[in-house]
């Protein structure tokens, strides 16, 4: 069971051309999982790039691009979030995780919900402030 009252991290795990050769026997996930099981809320491994789409929106339309995205040269193999007392201790649960010798391993904060709804309110505020100014007619 996780402590909501902490902060939470999201580990993103990719590949990378200096790491270790894979190897299913030296794959100690289980193991990280066990010794993590406190900290972890959920996480899963990812389908390869062959399934992956991007998407994107410019002036109104939609573009899908189809895998494999020259915009990455790495791959993102799989991700979990967890809740940790400092980012210190986000990148020590995160450099034991098998990921940090067979690719690398991001560590990304969450911004937190008081702090995210705080930008919520901001973006409708500014929204509603434009939507009330008078267009010029032409």
């Not at 069971?1 to 902490?6: F, I, K, R, V």
């Not at 010794?35 to 062959?50: M, Q």
């Not at 791959?75 to 098998?98: Q, Y």
């Not at 008081?114 to 008078?134: D, K, M, W």
Request: net charge negative; proline share 4%.
């Amino acid at each position: 069971m996780t402590d909501t009252t902490q902060e939470q991290y999201l580990l993103l795990f990719t590949d990378a051309p200096d790491a270790e050769p894979y190897s299913q026997e030296a794959d100690d996930i289980f193991d990280w999982l066990e010794a993590v099981a406190d900290h972890r809320i959920f996480g899963e491994r990812l389908t390869g790039r062959e399934e992956a789409r991007l998407v994107t929106k410019r002036q109104g339309e939609v573009f899908v691009t189809d895998a494999p995205v020259a915009e990455f040269k790495e791959w993102f193999s799989g991700f979990d979030l967890i809740s940790a007392s400092s980012r210190d201790e986000a990148v020590e649960i995160g450099s034991r995780h098998p990921c940090a010798r067979f690719g690398r391993v991001l560590v990304l904060p969450l911004m937190g919900a008081i702090q995210s709804n705080a930008l919520l309110e901001q973006t409708v505020h500014a929204r509603a402030n434009v939507a009330a100014e008078p267009t010029a007619l032409a």
